[in-house]
């Protein structure tokens, strides 16, 4: 009976000590103010829908708040996503993430820093399509001047940038000299990680492999990125990644 008394008020004693550890790392991220910036809303036209619900997940468990932008833009093109090709329907990307932002959107044009603590952008083609032009252009590619200027805003100010899948590569247009990860160089399940990632250090910037589950801060331009859906693994990985990716925001908020 002692025996089982001891071990129990050692669980005991663990259970709480696991408590205040996590009411600690709470009150630390507790009422940060985070913008999300979508691109559209599904991933070969738009936001990577999985990619947007695991940012949003991650942040409320973070305690963190949340207002969601998107530019007010036409998408570069519209795909069927059952056929995996192009239509000749026109759509709005501010329209369209409203769909993944539940109505509750703003014009990126309404982004103000002062109003937030960090910045995340998801993932997607409409990353590479929408929000910049590496989708066709590479690494000559432009970025959206609304987003550029946000993206600026919040390195100008030290506040941290989140970045996953295809997004960092907006970070390395903007950025010279800043490190991202896309994933991991030469390695079968990661299949465009390679390319990308010569890319980006073509623009003068660091590539850093890191895996599905794992995120890369960039400590000097506070920077945090993460490969998602760039690797062909379980949606699972992906959430852990993006997890990761949230939480070191967070921390630098």
Known sequence: ?????????RSLLTLRTVHRVNRALYSTVMGKRVAVVLAGCGVYDGSEIHEASAVLVHLSRGGASVNMFAPNVDQMHVINHLKGEPSQEKRNVLVESARLARGNIQDLSKLTVKDHDAVIFPGGFGAAKNLCTWAVQGKDCSVNDEVKAALQAFHSEGKPIGLCCISPVLAAKVFAGC??????END????????TAA?????GCKHVSKGVSDSHVDEKNKLVTTCAFMCNAPIHEIFDGIGSMVQGVLKLA
């Not at 009976?1 to 008020?9: E, F, I, K, N, S």
């Not at 079968?188 to 390319?195: A, Q, R």
């Not at 890319?199 to 623009?203: G, T, V, Y």
């Open 1 to 9: 009976m002692l025996t089982l008394l001891h071990h129990g008020g």
């Open 188 to 195: 079968d399940k990661y299949p465009d990680t390679t390319g």
């Open 179 to 184: 490190e991202v990860t896309v994933g991991i």
């Open 199 to 203: 890319a980006i250090n073509e623009l």
